[in-house]
């Protein structure tokens, strides 16, 4: 159960190897986390990240998940929700991609959006007919800045973020008053290896800031939640600049 | 599939402790009699069920997410009367307030201490007598109590039976208390005499309440955490006949329950001069006492002096605001009297710390009105005098000393700070209060009620399925240990 801070004792993460999944137990393990379901592809990553964990206190346990075997989701995150109550589901599995590479390969891209939209409806599905059953829990659902307004230097990926954003909104409207929160977190820019190379500026965070954000968002039980928080009127003024002027800016 | 389908109900409402924190969602279900309440619990889903009232804690103890909430305030019927003996036989929903205004006029009092672990109201109602006992008040004046076991049958338990002992104050865990034979206090008069003594500062406050040697049974404290760190000591005694003035209109009718709103208990003895009459808002009320030298008692608050502070008087109207005096709890809103609550989500802190530890109090006093503590948001912290331990292995109170404070669920930090003032409170041999609580670090339970595992045999005994669940004892882990 969640406390009055709106604090997990229990998190499933759906995308194991995260930074912005793994950065957000850590601090929630801090707090009343005590247990923790890492759900991703076996991998030696993966096993280290549950030792890091580990490491931490809390009682770690690995499901082995694959976004996009969709088929598999409803029994695998099934046998999870058997266990006990999740009082936290962070949705936080996707892929950059490789936007110039992906364009020339269609079925690059499809993987692409395969991963970050239809497995995310997938899970997010399952996950949101167990919380449901259980009366109560968060689900979060890591989507981007990328997915508020289409841009040269990231479409494929952008377009899969917008997808899930508006699916995201649109579950937590379902779930309303059914004692599950559903919570869509977008963050700038983050700072992590897999997107070193990515422009930064002052949009970009960290996955530390984004874990501290979703810590806030879960107490206040935000619907939306923005990493840095300005970035919300930043994206705000973007979605109105006309077309050929977004089109020229370095965003 | 493994995950199994909801269907929804119109029936499912969001439940939240009168704190309004931690939603969950549970079907509530009304009964109107005993058989009802029992083919509800036989009826129950895989998520098992707790018994609810007025919803007035403000912890997460009468929720029961994804399971069956039994809803008892259909169940208020109060079922006899013995007027010579003082004995009382009510349903479990029956409220407090309903009560006290029904026995008034007999010349009865239902047996509330402030200090006996009853909760002050929340904006929600003055609570239940079923209410009042899962969170373990009344259970010194408790002759017997009908229990709806988990196998459905109703078992009548006496006080000295360790299901009884452990269903006062047992949360709801134990069954759900149908109706319950209670001891009453009698009254002269529907009048009590209260008084107001303003101090520099808690020290001043706890040095006089400790040589204090008479026992002053509705004597509560407010002590400021903002501000000037300035107390208040309110306490208050029934007027018998004689005592009330010659001529007074009181005279003529000296059991009549108050005219307005839906109140009953006692209030204080209007018409007669006041020194100060406090205002509505705490921190004017707090200002309005004279800055007291020491221990000065504030201006005419000499023997038989009869001023306004408790109740009534400045309150907002509607039926809490009538429920006057020290015989109920107070209606509200955290702080003084009359003082307006947070506004919002709110975490109410109330913890126990025995007898002999004062500087342990004076210490999580001084860390509550610390300049940097997120508690300074609550403005007042409560104190009571607590006379007697309780007796179930739950039970709240601890003979000692009891702190509350109510403050708003978005203070910065509060959270840690809070775990630390449970630390300071468990290393002194205290405890939180568990009806009130949202936030307990599950590992400090054992720490806090050191018989907690003879609750977890006697529930392994009586309820073997878990037939009785809650979010708090999901959340502390009640029944299963806690590494």
């Known amino acids: 159960m969640k406390d009055a801070f709106g604090a997990p004792q229990s998190l499933l993460l759906l995308g194991g190897t995260s930074a912005i999944g793994l950065a957000t137990a850590r601090r929630l393990i801090a707090r009343r986390t005590r247990t923790v379901w890492l759900a991703g592809r076996p991998s030696p990553e993966l096993a280290a990240a549950a030792g890091s964990l580990r490491a931490l206190g809390a009682e770690v346990r690995v499901v082995p998940f694959d976004a996009l075997d969709t088929d598999a989701h409803a029994e695998r995150l099934g046998r999870v929700f058997a266990e006990g109550d999740v009082d936290l589901v962070l949705l936080a599995f996707g892929i950059p991609g490789d936007q110039t590479r992906d364009e020339a390969d269609p079925a690059a891209a499809v993987r692409v959006a395969q991963t970050n939209y239809t497995g995310a409806v997938s899970a997010a599905l399952v996950c949101a007919a167990a919380l449901q059953a259980q009366g109560h829990g968060s689900l979060v659902v890591l989507s981007s800045v990328a997915g508020e307004r289409g841009r040269r230097a990231d479409f494929i990926y952008g377009s899969s973020k917008a997808g899930l954003d508006v699916f995201a909104q649109g579950l937590g409207d379902a779930l309303y008053g059914t004692g599950v929160h559903v919570m869509v977190v977008r963050p700038g820019a983050v700072r992590r290896p897999g997107t070193a190379g990515r422009p930064g500026g002052p949009t970009a965070t960290t996955p530390e800031a984004v874990a501290g954000a979703i810590e806030l968002g879960l107490r206040r039980r935000s619907e939306t939640v923005w990493v840095p928080g300005p970035l919300r009127l930043v994206a705000s003024a973007l979605r109105h600049v006309p077309r050929p002027l977004h089109r020229r800016l370095p965003v | ?483």
């Not at chain 2, 009048?191 to 509560?220: K, N, Q, S, V």
């Not at chain 2, 001529?247 to 001069?273: F, T, V």
């Not at chain 2, 775990?419 to 609580?437: K, N």
């Open chain 2, 1 to 483: 599939m493994a995950v199994e389908s909801f269907v929804q109900d119109d029936d499912c409402v969001p439940l939240t402790g009168a704190g309004g924190t931690a939603p969950s969602l549970a079907l509530l279900v009304r009964p109107r009699s005993a058989p009802e309440a029992a083919r509800a619990v036989l009826g129950r889903g895989a998520r098992g069920v707790v018994a609810r009232g007025h919803g007035g804690t403000c912890g997460d103890a009468a929720q029961n997410a994804g399971g069956t909430v039994l809803d008892l305030t259909g169940l208020d019927r109060i079922q006899g009367l013995d007027a010579t003996a003082g004995v009382v036989v009510c349903e479990a929903g029956t409220g407090l307030d309903r009560l006290a205004r029904a026995l008034l006029p007999h010349g009865w009092q239902p047996p509330l201490d402030l200090a006996g672990g009853l909760r002050p109201a929340g904006r929600r109602g003055p609570g239940t007598v079923g209410g009042a006992l899962a969170s373990g008040g009344l259970a010194g004046r408790l002759r017997s109590l009908e229990l709806l076991t988990a196998d459905g049958s109703v078992r009548t338990v006496r006080p000295g039976d360790p299901l009884c002992d452990a269903t006062t104050g047992g949360l709801g865990l134990t069954g759900v208390i149908l109706s319950a034979t209670l001891a009453l206090r009698p009254v002269e008069t529907a009048y009590l005499r209260d008084r107001a003594t303003g101090f520099r500062d808690a020290d001043a406050l706890l040095a006089h309440w400790t040589g204090d040697a008479p026992g002053e049974r509705h004597a509560r404290a407010w002590v400021e955490l903002s501000g000037r760190g300035r107390a208040v000591l309110t306490t208050a005694e029934p007027v018998p006949y004689d005592g009330l003035p010659r001529g007074h209109r009181a005279r003529r009718d000296p059991l009549a329950p108050p005219r307005s709103g839906g109140a009953g208990g006692l209030r204080p003895l209007p018409g007669l001069a006041r020194a100060h009459a406090l205002l509505p808002s705490g921190l004017r009320a707090l200002s309005a006492l004279p800055a007291p030298a020491g221990t000065a008692t504030g201006p005419g608050s000499g023997p038989g002096h009869v001023t306004g502070t408790s109740a009534g008087r400045s309150r907002p109207t509607g039926p809490l605001a009538a429920l006057g005096g020290f015989g109920l709890p107070l209606p509200g809103l955290p702080g003084l009297p009359g003082a307006p609550g947070p506004v919002g989500p709110f975490v109410r802190y109330r913890c126990a710390v025995p007898e002999g530890r004062e500087e342990a109090l004076r210490g999580i006093l001084a860390l509550l009105a610390h300049r940097r503590s997120p508690a300074r948001a609550a403005r007042h912290a409560r104190v009571e005098r607590v006379h007697a331990d309780g007796t179930g292995p739950l039970a709240f109170p601890v003979r000692g000393w009891c702190l509350a404070l109510d403050v708003p669920a978005g203070a910065r930090g509060l959270g840690p700070f809070l775990d630390l003032v449970d630390e300071r409170v468990a290393a002194a041999g205290g405890r939180v209060c568990l009806a009130e609580d949202a936030r307990l670090r599950p590992a400090l339970l054992p720490v806090m009620y050191p018989r907690l595992d003879a609750f977890r045999e006697l529930r392994a005994a009586h309820d073997p399925r878990s037939v009785f669940r809650s979010d708090l004892a999901r959340r502390l882990g009640v029944w299963k240990s806690w590494e």
